[in-house]
């Protein structure tokens, strides 16, 4: 397949992916929607990396300090994915009673 040919088909495919960003995002997925999310969108910097960006001719310095990044993203998402699984909610949000007022006397 000619160059120009397959980033045609690349680019088209990319088109079809946003797509289904698109279409995705207004389905009640629940708690996969993160997921779909996620994966689109690798997919999606996968195909622009690979070719247009043409990382496999490239130096191994270039792949290693991108592979750095990715690594640093990675590890970031995985951070904040573990705070916001383990977080609770206010302490103020379990009570009964009503709000203490400022001039409360039992403070």
């Keep these: 397949m000619s160059p120009i040919r397959l ?7 990319l088109a079809v992916l946003a797509t289904a ?9 629940g708690s996969f929607a993160l997921t779909v999310a996620l994966s689109i969108a690798t997919i999606k910097a996968s195909l622009v990396l690979v070719f247009f960006m043409e990382v ?7 792949k290693l300090a991108l ?3 990715v690594l640093l993203l990675v590890t970031m998402l995985a951070l904040v994915a573990t705070d916001v699984s383990l977080r609770r909610g206010p302490s103020w949000a379990n009570e009964t009673t009503s709000p203490r ?3 409360d006397s039992s403070l």
Excluded: M, N, T
């Design 7 to 13: 980033r045609i088909v690349v680019g088209l495919l």
């Design 67 to 69: 592979a750095a990044g």
């Design 21 to 29: 960003s698109f279409v995705a995002s207004f389905g009640h997925l």
């Design 101 to 103: 007022r400022a001039d």
């Design 56 to 62: 496999g001719k490239q130096s191994a310095s270039f």
